[in-house]
């Protein structure tokens, strides 16, 4: 049976997981594909992508046309189950109300988390992106170096499937032989963008997405995964052959019911399962981890939901992969004589140095790309194309005047009709009548829409610690958050913004306004890119890191973080496969520790 | 004939006047604009966790507020922005005023914003009319609607007093076209031809990536 209630769980498992996202779900399935006996805890409700999710409906079907709302922040079909950057009974709070000072903390309480919304975009972190205090003396350097990472690179893109192309620039790896899938082709505003992105420098190249743009190899990909493992080869070829590939509709982030992307619940979760050796518990909140007199864990005590009543799971191992800010509010309240500072905190590290991604936004119209003869653009569901990073050589030399860079993710298409305004509005009468209509179909699919995504630098003005004051529904006592962006993201968002303006121009498109050298105005409050990371970093000694280079907490060693919690920077590269190809590092880490017997 | 006559004056600037009048009237009288509705709603969203793959309808989560008056008066503002066209329907007809009554029946921000502009927007609708027509809105002449439209509607830079009827038109004529262009019918006149699954995604075809002189960027 995989899904127990607090009275049918075992009375004890090799490892607790908490938490089944992308650290979590690669955690369970590492674990269980070996062997060992997990429990994962999830805080939310369970959550079935082959039935609930909302593949052909249209907007017209939705309330208020699927337009976003605080109750659905990314729109009614976005597969986001009670989540957000607010959640019914979940509070936090910010030390400062300050314009600039604020993190929004966006959760999702569902089964497989965050992967059943995010927007599938799979990039490696490069070798500078593990040492950059190496490279530009500022933040710290990882433990750890590409070449320990890559492997599980390897492992994790022909697990999940991931499309996309070996370009050989700077910084921006290329997959071994058999890892990428194919790229879907580039819509007809990508070729255009591509065109004349070249004029001011910009290399478009094919996206990295978790999206299976033809079925995995279910012959081959097994051995290659679980060398060794008969079983779990058996298990996951047959899981291969229940995804289906993409089929060229419908949007990711509705999820998918044909399992053609990565969710943990499309991708870890099954497989797991038909080991026969997981139990998932749902609505389960972790309140904190449990330590014997000697300073072992023992397991987790948590808050049924349903009830309100706690209860104690016990195992020889506990995985925190809650978020990377939810494992450090379980941390610090997992306080007792001999952690009185919370667990793993005995230096005072644990919630410091959080970080989110920077972004800014842009929009422009493209008068070329008016009126073009409508054909099938919804494609892989998201982006094909991309703008890495390409700038390093100048930043390097100090010619930027901010420290790290950004990639940009654009788009454009004649995509679902939604409740946007279909007219441009600035300048001009209001058109209606047919006169409205011709203007609606000559600029529909003419807009592109631009978003930089750069590195944040670790800071000691970003961290969070718990409210002294504020409590949960459950009496839990909730996150304090502290923010500030340094001149280097402030900075690079006016940066982004007049990129995307000049390359607007290059196109002969109209930019909707121009871009502002106050880099404050463009930059994206803390927390909006929903990309952050850090608070329980990883290092080489236990006076200056939470975890070592394994993710194994130096004060509690049967004490493991699978989030993004470890991270010692945070990449301009979308960190969801990082932290896959960490947390599977990780499992097998744990599953050498307990055969030698060391936890 | 050597008395020259007295100016007319003309159709645009008559209904300045009412509009600028009827406007007046409204901030005179706020109590009777609340009578009519315009207090936010007090409907609860749909939640956190609303079933996705049960089809909805307007006033399934939250009660429709209009009134048949301005149901009425919407209908005719949606066919004049939208009429039908061939053979594509008018707004109307596919249930945009439906959406537009649930849109500013919503409990959220955005609604709670719009709410105020719409519903004052269709009381110097219908004051116009009854003023010029001594009707409804709805009952005036095609010519008289396309009249008040194009009069809401004014070239930049708007006249100070046609600000809030200008700002009124322009949220309506795109919640109208939202409603409308997100129907089977809608989507098909804008010439959405997605959401069908297929066995291979094909691209642009040639002929377009050559006419806009893209051949040499088809990489892969």
Redesign the interface.
Known sequence: MAFVTPSTTADRYDVIVVGSGAGGGQAVYTLTMDGARVLLIEAG?NYDPR????M????????????G????PFG??DAT????WT??NEPYTNASTEEGREFKWWRARMLGGRTNHWARHALRNGPYDFKPYSRDGLGFDWPISYADVAPYYDKVEMLVGVYG?NDGLENTPNSPEGCLL???????GE??A??HGRTVGLPVI?LHRAVL?RPLDHRVLPAKLHPGNPKAQRVIAEDMQNRAA?????ACG?GCAIRANYQSTTVHLPPAIATGNLDILVNGMVREVAIDDTGKATGVIYVDKATGQEHRARARVVVLAASACETVRLLLNSKSNRFPQGLGNSNGLVGKYIMDTVGANWGGQIP?LEN?????????GGAHSYVPWWLYQEQLAGKLGFARGYHIEFGSG??????????P?A????????R??ED??RY?GSHMGFSGRGEMIPNEDSFCELDPAVKDTWGIPVLRFHWKWSPHEIRQAAHMQKTFADWVSAMGGKNFKAPLPDGTKAIEPGGFIIHEVGGTMMGATPQRSVTNSWAQAWDVKNVFVADGGVFVSNADKNPTLTIMALAWRTADRILSELRQGNL | MNTPLPPRIDRRLAIKWMLAASAGAMLAHPLKLRAQGAAAPAGKGYGTDPDLMKPYKPGDFWPLTLTDAQRRDAAALCDVIIPAEGPNPSASSVGVVDFVDEWVSAPYPDNLKDRPVILEGLAWVAAAAQKRHGGAFADASDAQRLALCEEMAPEAPEPSELHAASKFFRRFRNLTAAGYFTTPPGMKDLGYVGNRPSATFDGPPPELIAKLGLTDEVKW
Not at chain 1, 56 to 66: D, I, V, Y
Not at chain 1, 182 to 188: D, E, H, N, S
Not at chain 1, 416 to 423: D, T
Not at chain 1, 427 to 434: A, D, K, L
Request: with cysteine; charged share 20%.
């Open positions: 409700r039935s609930e999710t909302p052909f409906q249209t907007n017209g079907a939705a309330p208020l046309r699927g337009a709302t605080p109750d659905k009614y079909y189950i009670d989540g957000g959640v019914p192309m194919p790229p879907p082709k580039a819509r007809i070729l255009y591509a065109k094919a743009t993409c089929f060229w509709a419908t509705r070329a073009y003869p409508s054909y099938n653009e919804d494609g892989a004649k995509g679902m009709p939604g409740s946007a305004p279909f007219v509005d300048g001009g009468r209001t058109s209606f009548g047919v409205m209509k609606a179909r529909y």
